[in-house]
């Protein structure tokens, strides 16, 4: 594993508004598929600790920057990094580029709760581990 996760996403026109530019919503959903696939390349997927631990991510909070469009037909990058660990939480920044270009910044902070009510628990030990690890290796 690298230091960061990158899902590549092409623009289709259903992601963009009248004038072709990516609907800003559109970049949450981009975001939260490159958090699925960053936890299915760490060998930690989301179905497995819903099914396992009883346990799911939400997101609690979410602050984006919208810099330069994204528009039709583009390639748009989603470089995924963990930032901060708490017991419950996972802080992300998610990096949205096309080419050199960054279009876009996420932050955004992950709480795991129960499934059966919602109530917060600790991240399970390998969930930590994974996310530890890039961290670890985002930091140098």
């Known amino acids: 594993m690298t230091a960061s996760h990158r899902l590549n996403v092409r623009i289709y026109y259903e992601d963009t508004d009248a004038g072709g530019v990516v609907y800003h919503a559109r970049y949450l959903a981009f975001a939260e598929r490159a958090r699925t696939e960053l936890l299915r390349d760490l060998g930690v997927p989301h179905d497995e600790m819903a099914r396992d631990e009883g346990l799911i991510f939400v ?82």
């Open 59 to 140: 997101v609690r909070r979410a602050e984006i920057d919208y810099l330069r469009p994204a528009r039709l037909d583009e390639v748009v990058t989603i470089e995924s990094v963990p930032l901060e660990m708490g017991a419950a939480t996972v802080t992300l920044r998610q990096s949205f580029t096309v080419g050199e270009r960054k279009v876009a910044v996420l932050e955004v902070q992950l709480a795991c709760v129960r499934g059966a009510d919602g109530r917060p628990s600790r991240i399970p030990p390998r969930w930590r581990a994974a996310f530890e690890e890039v961290r670890r290796e985002s930091d140098g």
